[in-house]
């Protein structure tokens, strides 16, 4: 069982990374919320997150190419973002907090790529590997409410380097893999690459449309918690809505291949839509906390059943040679450049109006947004020779 190279350490490895993921993020702009910082500045040290994810992920991935080893370049990651984490707990200066959470889920979203090819390389298959990773971040973010309130905002930075400090071990106790070199692989430009996409109207209309889509459903994530103890609710509870919304993705994950073979990708993305305006709308009238957490079904429809078709869209309406370039493009845009916005957006109306009232018209402008996605999905057309339907 604990052989090195066992499915244990695997397991192990997988369900850590996003154990000390979940502890360190999810309630994240509750803990800044409780150091003084104002809602403008919760969105702006939040936004870090992905600003340094756009150059962690890149250049992880060219240093496990440069050195063959995706191993040793994710145990460095990790130990440094264990460091990274434990500097952010002890700061309070809106620059180092800013700095320092940028680095921590820098570091997380860089060992990403490497984790999961680390797993695809173990004699057990990807999916029994991955399942401890959403489970565990389930976990994380129930526990992790639970610290908070009784015993302390702080533990849960010290939980957060045990789990990381596991993830080391785990990956050391793997196999380490080569990089697949790809032989007779086309080059191309940025001016070829640039020249497709933006003549590629299908490829525009999307990223438009993801971009609309992904910016209210990311800042979402940061000013739910931020919600929930506007209405009342305790930090606790925040932590049981991301554990169920967490936990019901799962289904949904597993049953996605099987749902898109009979469900044209044009119309989940309409379905998702819908689903998030009315989730939004719902958001919008301040209703009792609880009443929040029993909707978490609406993650799993609505949030992962966009991003899980957005890949197969653009995998279908993009030449295959652009297609992992075309993909980072638009999360870059949806993920990083719209998610940063709908942040700022958010804090300053927060800032400037206060109380419930700023939260129905923070989530009003999310409804309104997705509204006009939704529009322009009922517009959007998929090449009918690729159409999944």
């Given at each position: 069982?604990?052989?090195?190279?066992?499915?244990?350490?695997?397991?192990?490895?997988?369900?850590?990374?996003?154990?000390?993921?979940?502890?360190?993020?999810?309630?994240?702009?509750?803990?800044?919320?409780?150091?003084?910082?104002?809602?403008?500045?919760?969105?702006?040290?939040?936004?870090?997150?992905?600003?340094?994810?756009?150059?962690?992920?890149?250049?992880?991935?060219?240093?496990?190419?440069?050195?063959?080893?995706?191993?040793?370049?994710?145990?460095?990651?990790?130990?440094?973002?264990?460091?990274?984490?434990?500097?952010?707990?002890?700061?309070?200066?809106?620059?180092?907090?800013?700095?320092?959470?940028?680095?921590?889920?820098?570091?997380?979203?860089?060992?990403?790529?490497?984790?999961?090819?680390?797993?695809?390389?173990?004699?057990?298959?990807?999916?029994?590997?991955?399942?401890?990773?959403?489970?565990?971040?389930?976990?994380?973010?129930?526990?992790?409410?639970?610290?908070?309130?009784?015993?302390?905002?702080?533990?849960?930075?010290?939980?957060?380097?045990?789990?990381?400090?596991?993830?080391?071990?785990?990956?050391?106790?793997?196999?380490?893999?080569?990089?697949?070199?790809?032989?007779?692989?086309?080059?191309?430009?940025?001016?070829?690459?640039?020249?497709?996409?933006?003549?590629?109207?299908?490829?525009?209309?999307?990223?438009?449309?993801?971009?609309?889509?992904?910016?209210?459903?990311?800042?979402?994530?940061?000013?739910?918690?931020?919600?929930?103890?506007?209405?009342?609710?305790?930090?606790?509870?925040?932590?049981?809505?991301?554990?169920?919304?967490?936990?019901?993705?799962?289904?949904?994950?597993?049953?996605?291949?099987?749902?898109?073979?009979?469900?044209?990708?044009?119309?989940?993305?309409?379905?998702?839509?819908?689903?998030?305006?009315?989730?939004?709308?719902?958001?919008?009238?301040?209703?009792?906390?609880?009443?929040?957490?029993?909707?978490?079904?609406?993650?799993?429809?609505?949030?992962?059943?966009?991003?899980?078709?957005a890949v197969k869209i653009i995998i279908d309406i993009v030449d295959?040679?652009?297609?992992?370039?075309?993909?980072?493009?638009?999360?870059?845009?949806?993920?990083?450049?719209?998610?940063?916005?709908?942040?700022?957006?958010?804090?300053?109306?927060i800032d400037h109006i206060q109380g419930q009232q700023a939260y129905?018209?923070?989530?009003?402008?999310?409804?309104?947004?997705?509204?006009?996605?939704?529009?322009?999905?009922?517009?959007?057309?998929?090449?009918?020779?690729?159409?999944?339907?």
């Amino acid at each position: 069982m604990f052989k090195k190279g066992s499915y244990f350490y695997y397991a192990m490895a997988n369900g850590m990374f996003y154990y000390s993921w979940g502890t360190f993020a999810c309630i994240i702009s509750v803990y800044l919320a409780g150091v003084g910082c104002s809602a403008t500045e919760i969105s702006l040290i939040t936004s870090a997150a992905p600003l340094f994810a756009m150059v962690s992920q890149p250049v992880c991935g060219m240093l496990a190419d440069k050195f063959k080893s995706p191993k040793i370049v994710g145990i460095i990651c990790m130990i440094l973002c264990a460091i990274s984490g434990m500097l952010f707990a002890y700061s309070h200066h809106f620059l180092f907090l800013f700095l320092f959470n940028g680095l921590t889920q820098g570091f997380l979203n860089g060992t990403t790529a490497l984790s999961d090819r680390l797993a695809t390389g173990a004699p057990y298959p990807f999916g029994t590997i991955r399942m401890w990773g959403s489970i565990l971040y389930a976990i994380a973010c129930q526990v992790a409410g639970l610290v908070y309130d009784y015993v302390s905002p702080l533990a849960n930075y010290y939980i957060f380097a045990v789990a990381v400090l596991l993830t080391v071990l785990g990956f050391y106790q793997m196999h380490d893999v080569q990089p697949v070199e790809k032989e007779n692989v086309e080059k191309f430009t940025l001016k070829q690459l640039f020249s497709s996409l933006l003549k590629n109207k299908s490829f525009v209309m999307f990223v438009f449309i993801y971009i609309l889509f992904q910016g209210p459903t990311s800042a979402n994530g940061v000013y739910m918690p931020l919600l929930i103890k506007e209405l009342g609710g305790t930090t606790a509870m925040v932590g049981t809505t991301l554990l169920l919304s967490t936990m019901f993705e799962l289904p949904t994950v597993l049953l996605s291949d099987r749902i898109m073979k009979y469900v044209s990708y044009k119309q989940l993305m309409i379905f998702s839509s819908i689903l998030s305006i009315v989730r939004f709308a719902w958001y919008a009238t301040c209703p009792d906390p609880s009443m929040i957490m029993y909707m978490f079904f609406f993650q799993g429809l609505t949030s992962i059943v966009f991003i899980l078709v957005a890949v197969k869209i653009i995998i279908d309406i993009v030449d295959e040679r652009f297609v992992n370039s075309a993909y980072g493009l638009s999360s870059m845009l949806a993920k990083g450049l719209s998610a940063l916005i709908f942040q700022m957006i958010s804090g300053s109306i927060i800032d400037h109006i206060q109380g419930q009232q700023a939260y129905f018209v923070v989530y009003g402008v999310y409804a309104i947004s997705i509204g006009v996605a939704l529009l322009l999905a009922f517009r959007f057309q998929m090449p009918k020779r690729k159409e999944n339907v």
